[in-house]
């Protein structure tokens, strides 16, 4: 029933003072990499966990001032693998690790894994980004360390990705929620019935992007499946961060690997117990990128009650959204900032713009208005359509993504009386 019995079920009192060594040994580390020297960490006093809190934060734009090296406290050759963010904003965020750092990422994804009753017979079919991204590698590890046949389709290739779960029988997979809607749709509009097509399916993981419970449930009836939430951020490795158990009411966070703060965004204060608030990470067990207090913007609350299945780690509550303005579209992040950076950097582009999120069948979409300079003139045809043709290519290079993008005239696009609205998110999961 349990990947690693102990350290799964350890009682509260031990899992702290087991907490408060790793800490000690977090902070000890985390002074040698050039970005924590200068903060003096070895001058603060830790006594207890809760001590945590004298600490500074770290943000994710200071994992960007400190690109490419900056964060590092190993020597080099001690680090084997390199990872990402999804999106790609100017710099980006990346996260090292050794090889020690890798397994035991690897045996947190066994535990979750192992949790939702994946075993070495199962066929598990990764739909998830390999590369950069974390999604991919950091589930591929698990499984295989489980000994399951694991299959690395990555995502996207929607036929090629149903005639392999048909023939190889998967048994779990693990995919975005949006794209599982897609496959949904795509089985629909060829009248598959998926149980008979897929009669040994039994399980989804979903991660990577935020989603709700409704959405859960439809993949679950459409597929006659199982289907579990998997909560994870490059920055504290991917995948195996956090993951509900069979209960299906809250992710288990691992707190033997992280040790987790719910804060008020504005004061960056405790919220009371149970309440919602800005989920702050500490790394516990990481060496080559020890990382204190991480801010990562997202807003759940913790869940106190002991859980039935035994796990004495607490659990988060399903994300419901972000502190920040960071857009989630098929798995990718994105801020609103790359688009406006693109936007300035054009010739005949307007001051004023807006991103509008909306939900094609089960498929992300975005349209980015642009108002024109009056520089340009609303007549020649020839000439905006090539401004829009470029402005499609200029920001498909620097989000991932190809934008429906429509041209207003100056001063089409209606100011808001207080703070502009950028993004109107209109989708419906
Ligand atoms: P990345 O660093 O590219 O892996 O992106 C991590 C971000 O994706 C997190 O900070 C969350 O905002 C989001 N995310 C990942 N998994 C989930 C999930 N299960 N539910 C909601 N948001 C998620
Ligand atoms: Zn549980």
Known sequence: MYW????????????????????????????????????????????????????????????????????????????????????????????????????????????????????????????????????????????????????????????????????????????????????????????????????????????????????REKIENFFGIQAFNSYGLSEMNGPGVAFECPEKNGMHIWEDAFLVEILDPDTLKPVGTGEHGELVITTLSREAMPILRYRTKDLTSIIEDPCPCGRSHRKIVRITGRSDDMMILKGVNIFPMQIEAVLNGMKHVGRNYQIILESRGHNDHMIVKVEVDSSLSIEDYKALESLRANIVRELRDEILISPEVVLCEPGGIPVAQGKAVRVLDNRSI
């Open 4 to 215: 690693e019995r102990d350290s799964e079920t350890m009682p509260r009192d031990r899992l702290e003072e087991l907490q408060l060594t790793r800490l000690r040994e977090t902070i000890e580390r985390a002074s040698k990499a050039p970005f924590y020297e200068k903060a003096g960490l070895r001058d603060y006093s830790i006594s207890s966990v809760s001590d945590i809190t004298k600490l500074p934060f770290t943000t994710k734009q200071d994992l960007r001032d400190a690109y490419p090296y900056g964060m590092i406290s190993v020597p080099l050759e001690e680090v084997v693998r390199l990872h990402s963010s999804s999106g790609t904003t100017g710099i980006p965020t990346v996260v090292y690790h050794s090889r020690g750092d890798i397994q035991r990422w690897t045996e947190l994804v066994c535990r979750c894994l192992f949790m939702i009753g994946v075993r070495k017979h199962d066929v598990f079919q990764n739909m998830i980004g390999y590369g950069l991204f974390t999604g991919g590698l950091g589930l591929h590890y698990g499984a295989e360390r489980l000994g399951c046949l694991t299959i690395p389709t990555g995502p996207g290739n929607t036929k090629r990705q149903l005639k392999f779960m048909k023939d190889f029988k998967a048994t779990v997979i693990h995919v975005i929620p949006s794209y599982a809607l897609h496959l949904a749709d795509t089985l629909e509009s060829m009248g598959i019935v998926p149980k008979d097509e897929f009669p040994n399916l039994r399980s989804a993981i979903l991660g990577a992007e935020p989603h709700t419970e409704e959405t």
